[in-house]
């Protein structure tokens, strides 16, 4: 009798694991959840950028929306910020979040990269790669980045393995690497990266890869499904067009339903219409077309996450709201509730909505005052000494603002200060005055410095306000990675002997400085406290100070920045607590007013610019006359990459495009998303060292169609000239500056996206020229190198 009892327990368990468990497959055209037809609706959102305490709200509100699935990344150097010490605990619990999503009924698609984007710090990738000064990333031909990746995959593996659909858990896909097409097309990276994935412990779900309609068979992967990214107002049957010519019988999805975009410092809030939005996504649902929208949800890029993107060098501002249907705080939208209106009528059998949970409290707190404060110049720590200026990689520092200092030889004449490379952001001092101020983005690395006796202490103060994020400017060391000159005519000197002081992120290092109610002078951190007698979510208005980082009862907010259009701190209720609170403010620029208030809505659309929009100066215009074209053409009205080959390649470094007319008649507008310069290998130039010298006519005020979005490699953004106010005919100009001269055989265009057709380019003409272009009337400015 015992032997039978054990017997049948061992296959009633045995029979209800089997039961638990699950299979996710491509089938014919379609996704096969448990042998059945199945449509993924899911809702991307990022774990580390929700307090913990908040991602089960989070999480209903996707299933409220009509989601069955969340997909999430994974982010390397957010579980490994020390080489060999990994964290997975708190609020890097991801085993935690993926078992929430499972607990509020809905399956999961985890995206462990390396490599993720997501305007994340370095796309996900550890600042200590970068110690390895020859590192290759994303390359397999590194030993040492694919070997650390492997061990990454095999510690996450521990940990979200075991939730496999075959395992009985819930995760159904799990995606090889990220948008590789857009960096390369190594096959056999990508075929590495694939067996790293399952050798770390992902052997039974179904793995896929992500890229765009335009370059997804650059490579093939095999054992991998495919899928591809776009954005609102997509035109659906063109997006999978090509696809469906090659892959006849696989399912479609759009791994990356782009919802909305990020915001930059010192650019215009992007918005994305929800009629444009909307319509696309219907398209998808009457074509059962899987999906996933970037972002259902963005949150907060807190701390030092937030990335930047390059060429032009431009950081991304903390909060990730990205005009998602839910917002930065967790509320609903009216992009919410268009969503849920939708795929109400698209809902498969058994499925319901969920209901939509009880909003979080915002609060407003008094206006209240920092009375104490720390110089950064009287609270140096324990300095290191280089002969040779390095980046902050090299002095065991991840994030945070680095102080270089030497002595200056005597000069009784006036100099020029060059600096190559400061990353990102930099204050020049002279014995302890204020000679002049460096921006990345501004491309600035020149000051003039006074004439100075011997031994001047000269102090260069470079915060690091995020490492690239996008393309191959990802390998972008911290500090200032190259030199120091002082230039006198044609004598130049390198400067060397220096001290470092390093000031990293950590709420201890802030927290232990020596403070005193004195007045602050220069770059200080500033101490207060606030009282409560409820807690809630607010908005700490930080529009008073000038550019920095904010700590919270020891939780970091993120950075802040005066020029917009970000001008509120997001604080979570959670965060926060009856009685007294504590708020540390790092000022590396300088306030106004050294008050800080709570509000209850936040500020994310007002800039205050530190530098004009536009790529001309007031009255200039670009002067072409007596100038030979390199080329004239005429595109065709199609969508899509167009390739242009010249008769015989030209030599040049600027390289003038100019639109002459549009496809629809009486259309004034020019719009254009990229352009590829093909040199003579047949390759296109790399656009690290581009850099817009001149643009006819820029909508900067409406959105953000500047004309560097012309090689921002991201397909859903374009140049387009003005359209509110002033509408200028054609012709419409731009000129780039390549860095260099270059052998140029060709170019490729690529028009806008969306459905919309205003402003594609018909007739148009391009000149390369050696030397500058000139303008009427005269400008220096304008013949800078």
Not at 47 to 53: A, T
Not at 170 to 197: C, F, H, P, W
Not at 300 to 323: E, H, I, K, L
Not at 615 to 629: R, S, Y
Request: with cysteine; glycine share 8%; hydrophobic share 35%.
């Amino acid at each position: 009798m015992r032997r039978l009892f054990i017997c049948l327990l061992i296959f009633c368990i045995s029979y209800c694991t089997a039961e638990a468990q699950g299979t996710f497959t491509t089938g014919n055209k379609e996704f096969l959840l448990n042998g059945k037809p199945f449509v993924i609706r899911a809702a991307e959102l990022h774990y580390p950028r929700i307090p913990k305490e908040y991602w089960e709200h989070r999480l209903q509100l996707c299933k409220a929306m009509g989601m069955n699935t969340i997909c999430i990344y994974l982010f390397w150097n957010l579980h490994e910020q020390k080489q060999d010490e990994f964290d997975f605990a708190g609020q890097n619990d991801v085993a935690a979040f993926v078992k929430l999503v499972q607990k509020n009924g809905m399956y999961c698609i985890v995206r462990p990269g390396p490599y993720v984007c997501a305007e994340w710090e370095m796309g996900g990738l550890p600042w200590w790669l970068l110690k390895k000064k020859d590192i290759k990333l994303r390359d397999v031909s590194d030993k040492y980045f694919m070997e650390r990746t492997g061990k990454f995959f095999k510690e996450a593996g521990k940990q979200l393995a075991p939730l496999q659909i075959q395992n009985g858990g819930n995760i159904i896909m799990v995606q090889v690497e990220n948008e590789y097409a857009t960096y390369g097309s190594n096959q056999k990276y990508m075929e590495a990266i694939r067996d790293l994935t399952i050798a770390g412990g992902f052997d039974k779900v179904q793995l896929f890869r992500c890229d765009w309609s335009s370059n997804f068979n650059k490579y093939k992967l095999d054992g991998v499904a495919t899928t591809l990214n776009f954005g609102a107002g997509s035109n659906i049957d063109l997006q999978f067009k090509t696809f469906q010519e090659l892959y006849p019988t696989s399912p479609l999805m759009c791994s990356e339903y782009w919802t909305g975009w990020f915001d930059h410092w010192g650019r215009p809030h992007e918005t994305r219409s929800i009629s444009s939005f909307i319509g696309s996504l219907k398209d998808m649902m009457d074509r059962k077309i899987s999906f996933s929208l970037y972002m259902a949800h963005g949150g907060t890029s807190f701390g030092q996450w937030g990335g930047a993107n390059a060429p032009p060098y431009s950081a991304m501002v903390s909060s990730y709201d990205y005009n998602a249907p839910i917002n930065e705080q967790g509320q609903t939208t009216d992009k919410f509730f268009a969503v849920r209106d939708l795929l109400k009528n698209y809902l498969q059998d058994g499925e319901s909505l969920g209901p939509i949970p009880e909003m979080k409290e915002a609060i407003e707190i008094p206006a209240f005052e920092l009375k104490q404060s720390a110089s950064l110049f009287t609270n140096l720590p324990t300095s290191k000494t280089t002969i040779d200026i390095k980046p902050i990689e090299e002095f065991d520092q991840g994030w945070g603002r680095v102080l270089y200092r030497t002595r200056l030889p005597l000069s009784k004449v006036k100099q020029k200060l060059v600096i190559t490379e400061v990353h990102d952001w930099g204050t020049v001092f002279i014995n302890g005055k204020v000679i002049g101020k460096l921006d990345r983005r501004r491309g600035d690395n020149t000051i003039e410095i006074p004439a100075v006796s011997a031994n001047a202490i000269l102090d260069i103060l470079v915060e690091a306000t995020g490492r690239v994020n996008y393309g191959a400017a990802i390998l972008d060391r911290k500090g200032i990675t190259e030199k120091v000159e002082i230039v006198n005519g044609e004598n130049k000197k390198v400067l060397t002997n220096w001290q470092v002081y390093n000031f990293p992120v950590d709420y201890a290092f802030q927290r232990d400085l020596k403070y005193s109610t004195a007045k602050a002078n220069g770059p200080s951190w500033y101490k207060g406290s606030f009282n409560l007698t409820k807690t809630g979510d607010t908005f700490l208005d930080v529009s008073t100070w000038g550019k920095g980082m904010v700590w919270v009862n020891g939780y970091n907010l993120g950075r802040f920045w005066k020029i917009g259009p970000q001008q509120t701190m997001y604080v979570p209720g959670v965060w926060l607590k009856k009685g007294k609170n504590q708020i540390i403010i790092l000022e590396v620029d300088k306030p106004t007013v050294t008050k800080v208030a709570g509000l209850s809505k936040p500020i994310l659309d007002k800039i205050n610019p530190d530098e004009s929009l536009l790529h001309k100066e007031k009255g200039q215009t670009l002067n072409l006359a007596g100038e030979v074209p390199s080329h004239t053409g005429t595109f065709d009205e199609g969508a899509g990459w167009k390739e242009v080959t010249f008769a015989s390649a030209v030599q040049g470094r600027y390289f003038c495009f100019e639109a002459l007319s549009a496809q629809k008649q009486k259309d004034p507008l020019t719009t254009l998303a990229e352009l590829e310069i093909i040199g003579e290998d047949g390759n296109d130039l790399s656009t690290l060292k581009w850099k817009v010298v001149y643009a006819s006519s820029e909508e900067v005020t409406a959105g953000n169609y500047g004309a560097d979005k012309i090689y921002d490699q991201q397909e859903s953004t374009f140049w387009q000239s003005q359209s509110i106010g002033a509408k200028p005919s054609h012709p419409h100009k731009l000129v780039l500056d390549l860095g260099s001269t270059q052998t140029i055989k060709g170019f490729r265009y690529l028009p806008r996206s969306d459905k919309k057709t205003d402003g594609m380019i018909k007739n148009y003409r391009v000149l390369i020229k050696k030397e500058a272009f000139s303008f009427k009337p005269f400008i220096a400015s304008s013949l800078r190198l």
